[in-house]
């Protein structure tokens, strides 16, 4: 089993920056490909960026070239710079996560999520 811990959430100017962390616990040496999501009221959890354990990695239009996603597996972490952010970005983000050997998110393992906040 794995536990994922979101964590660098907040409240942020449009333009601003923010980076968020996750943090994997438990067997995470099984774990495969990672990803972002975010989700808004109302609305379908929605894939940000994704990354397989070799480093590949996929991005949403609406956030390609503004954001970044890296791991980091001999520390069990996965990070998500976020730049350039705008009032659309605003939602709560998640980490997903799946078992090695597994291709396509979203994997089993979710952390329990961040409110990320792009207000003036």
């Known amino acids: 089993q794995v536990q994922l811990v979101e964590s660098g959430g907040g409240l942020v100017q449009p333009g601003g920056s923010l980076p968020l962390s996750c943090a994997a616990s438990?067997?995470?040496?099984?774990?495969?490909?990672m990803g972002w999501y975010r989700q808004t009221p109302g609305k379908e959890r929605e894939l940000v960026a994704s990354?397989?354990?070799?480093?590949?990695?996929k991005y949403a239009d609406s956030v390609k070239d503004r954001f970044t996603i890296s791991r980091d597996n001999g520390k069990n972490m996965m990070y998500l710079q976020m730049n350039s952010l705008k009032s659309e970005d605003t939602a709560v983000y998640y980490c997903?996560?799946?078992?090695?050997?597994?291709?396509?998110?979203?994997?089993?393992?979710w952390g329990q999520g961040t409110q990320v906040t792009v207000s003036s």
């Open positions: 997903n996560g799946a078992p090695s050997g597994i291709a396509a998110l979203p994997g089993s393992y």
């Open positions: 438990g067997s995470a040496f099984s774990l495969g490909p």
């Open positions: 990354i397989s354990r070799a480093g590949s990695r």
